[in-house]
């Protein structure tokens, strides 16, 4: 049956993730960066100020009384929670395993542009929310398809195909990288660093090189429970666990990773250099003619870039449209840094870990060769990287990274339990939304006893299959973000006197401009 999942499974991602889906995501990265001025780098300063230069203000980190809304420093906490996960090390790992060095430069275009993708999605998100039968705001994909595309003459019945497909592929993506992909990483790095030989000598099923054993089924319970204890409160409880972890998670794993790049910086400039030219002359090992060499490179640097950071994915926006903020673009601009935190600094800092550690010379990857040093996977490559510095005679930098990976994995299941119960209200009502928690919650167990490499693939594949109808909503929208950026940059910036543009909803936009004052 596996074998059988693994075909067909293998058929699909081979669709959704060649040349056509590739073109669509970067390409729509590009126009909304045209279309908005190159706002990631002609604003940069406006953006920077307005989110993490803004994490003092009160209206920024306050906790909100309104049902179903969270502020906008949770907003970002909990998108960053379901973004910050395996793709941040075992993603980048597996990228640089398959494409090289050079994968991680194409991580960092699709991230570039990724930066507006993202500010998109978020401005359409909240531009279109909507509160829900219990008063909560409800926004994501599946609205600006139903009522933005589906508002074009002639697309209503297109509209409403493609939010109904978005929501089915959101709630799929939400077994496969909210669920099954992150759990498979936690049980492979806890079971590696923490091994307790009376459970892992007790084997469940052998598949290939690959034994799942009584450790992993144990671990997958544990992770069960936890996930069902936090997921089962809602978005609030989500959030105010979200808003603890992911600030502390994020600053440690880039502090260890410094500090081994620092002791390692004889290694950094030629890190760099292999990065760069790899990108456009890989290394004979990645195999096949140069054409198909360089396509590997930069479908491995894309592909594991959009699993790190989900822009175009269309997901982060159904937590970003619940923050208290009033301005589309006040969102988006969230969004941007989300982009730019997940990818520019904690997938380079991973990348950063595993190309200086030693790799010039061996270590746990050889920059030259290609080759990972017998022992490690993509999965715990990064931890042996940590343990070179970091071993104190116990593995300590091994035991850490399976921390890191933990908390970075878990964080991300329970940000993508939202984005599946909001894909399941729009489908079925938000009165029955227990029900997919409680799948979403199951799923895990099977994350714990798949194989790493079919967890993976199947991750890839439901994120491709979510991404497309997402794009084609954000490209036939374009001049509504242009439209809302350009009013926002006239009131905010230029200091014209114009009247905002906030909400679809005559209702929701007056009611919004009644309090637009107080986010000033």
């Known amino acids: 049956m596996l ?14 993730w060649g040349m056509p889906g590739l073109v669509l995501l970067i390409g729509t990265g590009i126009l ?19 989110t993490i230069g803004s994490i003092f203000k009160k209206n920024v980190v306050g906790h909100r009384k309104e049902k179903g809304t969270i502020s906008p420093f949770q907003a970002l906490c909990t998108a960053l929670a379901a973004t910050v996960g395996t ?7 597996s990228a640089i395993c ?6 991680v430069f194409w991580m960092w275009v699709a ?31 599946m609205y600006y398809l139903q009522d933005g595309l589906g508002g074009k003459k002639g697309c209503k019945w297109i ?12 709630m799929l993506a939400a077994f496969g990288i909210g669920s099954m992909g992150q759990v498979n990483k936690i049980v492979a790095n806890v079971v590696s660093a923490f091994d307790i030989k009376a459970l892992s000598d007790v084997a469940l099923y052998t598949s290939g090189d690959t034994t799942v054993t009584m450790y992993h089924l144990v671990i997958g319970v544990v992770v069960m429970a936890l996930t069902a204890a936090i997921t089962l409160g809602g978005l609030k409880r989500i959030a105010n666990v979200a808003e603890k972890i992911v600030p502390v998670m994020v600053v440690l794993f880039v502090v260890g990773s410094i500090a081994i790049i620092g002791v390692n910086y004889a ?55 619940n923050s208290s903020v009033k301005e589309p673009v006040k969102q988006g601009m969230w969004g941007i840094f989300e982009v730019f935190a997940d990818t520019m600094i904690v997938c380079t800092m991973t990348a950063l870990v595993v190309l200086t550690s030693g790799g010039l010379d061996g270590g746990v990857f050889n920059v030259l060769t290609g080759e990972v040093a017998k022992g490690y996977t993509d999965a715990t490559l990064v931890g042996g990287a940590f343990n070179q510095l970091f071993d ?59 194989t790493s490499s079919l967890a993976w693939d199947i991750s890839d594949t439901f994120n491709g299959l979510m991404m497309i109808p997402n794009l084609i909503g954000v490209v036939v929208l374009f001049p509504l973000v242009m439209k809302i950026t350009k009013n926002y940059v006239d009131r905010k910036i230029k200091k014209k006197d114009e009247k905002p543009v906030l909400s679809y909803d005559p209702e929701i936009q007056a009611e919004h401009e009644a309090t637009l004052s107080e986010e000033d």
């Open 3 to 16: 074998d059988k999942i693994t075909e067909i499974n293998g058929s699909i991602n081979s669709v959704v």
């Open 32 to 50: 909304m960066t045209f279309v908005t001025k190159w706002f990631q780098v002609s604003h940069i300063g406006h953006w920077w100020k307005n």
């Open 87 to 93: 793709g941040n090390i075992a993603g980048v790992a």
């Open 98 to 103: 398959i494409g090289g060095a050079g994968a």
């Open 111 to 141: 991230a570039f542009f990724g930066m507006m993708t993202n500010y998109s999605e978020n401005v359409l998100g909240m531009y279109f929310r909507r509160k829900n039968q219990f008063g909560e705001w409800s926004g994501g994909a």
């Open 159 to 170: 509209g409403r195909i493609l939010a109904v497909l978005f929501s089915i592929f959101t």
């Open 267 to 321: 290694n950094i400039l030629p890190a760099f250099k292999a990065i760069f030219v790899n990108a456009f002359c890989p290394e004979a090992f990645v195999g096949g003619g140069v054409g198909v060499v360089i396509s590997k490179v930069v479908t491995q640097g894309f592909k594991r870039g959009v699993f790190s950071n989900e822009a175009g994915l269309g997901s982060s926006v159904m937590v970003h449209s």
């Open 392 to 450: 104190f005679g116990i593995g300590f930098g091994e035991k850490f990274v399976a921390v890191a990976m933990f908390l970075f994995a878990f964080t991300t299941v329970l940000g993508w339990s939202h984005y599946g119960s909001k894909a399941w209200e729009y489908l079925f009502g938000a009165k029955t939304v227990v029900i997919f928690k409680i799948i979403h919650v199951i799923t895990v167990i099977f994350g714990a006893i798949l």
